[in-house]
């Protein structure tokens, strides 16, 4: 493998296992180096530190091991074969919850690539090109793993644009069993049509599973308001579960479209429900319906670091009309998947709002992603999920 040698003191890092290396870092990289090629990390003293993909850019080498070893298919065969017994040990995946995240990046030690099974069909999204140049390779050990009609590379808004012209990366089939571009699948009982060809990320927010089981635990002759519904995840749930009346809103008609499909699984408590179209933070702003609960789960507002304030303005303007407007008692359910907005900001923003909407407010339960989507302790990042339920008074 060829090399890359850092600047003196600029191992500490990799020493406590952090997975990145930045470009600042890098004192000398080895002739004719590609990128997505596989390279070892040198310290200035020559000690080898750690393995991982390079690529030209402020994140130089993405680390998947810190220990020497060949890098062979064995090698990535071992690597997902670990994640997927720990998705056996650590949740339920049955017939009734056949919805999973199987590689979840630096969580199980494969940075840049994700997947998502949707009962007979695995969804790749791969953020580096390193490691979709292994894409191949993890289809096969994938296939052997588990009895899949398709699997499907979507990574043509991921990878950095760069590479998907030199590459000329498309989203595509890398297998078909079966011709299928969605498939019905059962998360905790409730049922959700999957289209992974055009919904958001891989299909579906599998990272909400085990917070929409927890309003459904609340949900029954409640009203409620899910904002940023997308599919319908939070709606589906409540229904489900005997919400006496479930208001879903969206800004895009195609998410609509997505969560009426959804809506055709419910026998009962479907007319309990009306969907809206429309500019979540503008029907914030005055609503003329009484909200037993209020859900605002939005995109991530931050996805870099120089957005952070102007994305903690607009999450604490959507809390505080929230908190301003629900009934007396009510539960909101309030989330940020950015990622540069870590718990202790998301905390401080809350409060900000209920001193700004003047009322009582306690934290009933924090939510969090997953243990199918594991967060390295050594890349803090990775925790990205975030979520309270407060009880407004």
Known sequence: MKKVTLKPAKEKSLLRKHPWVFS???KNVENEIKDGEIVEIYSNKDHYLATGHYNEGNISVRIFDFEKQEINEEYWRNKIKKAYDQRLKTIEISSSNNVYRLVHAEGDQMPGFICDIYDKAAVFQFHSIGMWKHKEV?????????PLNVVYDKSEKTIPKVYIQEFKIQNSYLFQQKEMTSSK???NGNEFLIDWENG???GFFIDQRENRQYLGELANGKKILNTFCYSGGFSIYALNNGASEVHSLDSSQKAIDLLEDNLNFISDFKDNHT???DDAKEYMKNLEEEYDIIILDPPAFAKHMKVKHKALQGYKRLNTRAIEQIKP??????FSCSQVIDNNLFRHMVLSSAIAAGRNVSILKQMHQPADHPINIFHPESEYLKGLVLKIE
Do not use: P, R, Y
């Open 24 to 26: 600042g870092a890098i």
């Open 138 to 146: 993890f289809t096969k050990i994938i296939l052997e793993l588990l």
């Open 185 to 187: 699948v059962s998360e």
């Open 200 to 202: 958001q990320k891989t």
């Open 275 to 277: 969907s809206i179209i």
């Open 329 to 334: 008692n009510g539960i909101l359910f309030t």
